[in-house]
């Protein structure tokens, strides 16, 4: 779990100047889902959601204009993504940080997603 003295550093200059992510999307998994041992099922792991309210609020600070080269917009929504997948927390809130006024979800959906129905 990441501390709050830890900036996240996915999207620092080094990574603009090469133009590709150094954090893939099992770095961030690692960071917003906690792995727990089966009671049930030897060798498998149910994955819990983590409050990553301090990370997301920071991801926005950082985010740009919300186009695809944003990294830090990519990583917010990828942390999306995994809370559809596996649930979110009932502590954390939808919005990263609404008292900022930034519109939310920042990046315009994926035309090419299936929208479940």
């Given at each position: 779990?990441?501390?709050p003295s830890v900036?996240p550093?996915?999207?620092g200059?080094?990574r603009?100047?090469?133009?590709?992510s150094?954090?893939?999307w099992r770095?961030i998994?690692a960071?917003?889902?906690?792995?727990v041992?089966?009671?049930?099922?030897?060798?498998a792991f149910?994955v819990m959601?983590?409050?990553?309210t301090?990370?997301r609020?920071?991801?926005?600070a950082?985010?740009?204009?919300g186009?695809?080269?944003?990294?830090?917009?990519?990583?917010l929504?990828e942390?999306d993504k995994i809370?559809?997948?596996y649930?979110?927390?009932?502590?954390?809130?939808r919005?990263?940080?609404l008292?900022?006024?930034?519109?939310w979800?920042?990046?315009?959906?994926d035309?090419?997603a299936?929208?479940?129905g």
């Amino acid at each position: 779990m990441l501390r709050p003295s830890v900036k996240p550093r996915c999207i620092g200059p080094r990574r603009r100047a090469y133009q590709r992510s150094f954090l893939g999307w099992r770095s961030i998994e690692a960071a917003v889902t906690n792995h727990v041992p089966s009671d049930t099922w030897r060798g498998a792991f149910d994955v819990m959601p983590i409050p990553s309210t301090w990370l997301r609020r920071e991801l926005l600070a950082l985010t740009g204009d919300g186009d695809k080269n944003d990294p830090a917009a990519r990583c917010l929504t990828e942390i999306d993504k995994i809370r559809d997948r596996y649930g979110a927390p009932d502590a954390e809130p939808r919005h990263p940080h609404l008292a900022s006024g930034r519109p939310w979800p920042i990046l315009t959906p994926d035309p090419y997603a299936e929208d479940g129905g």
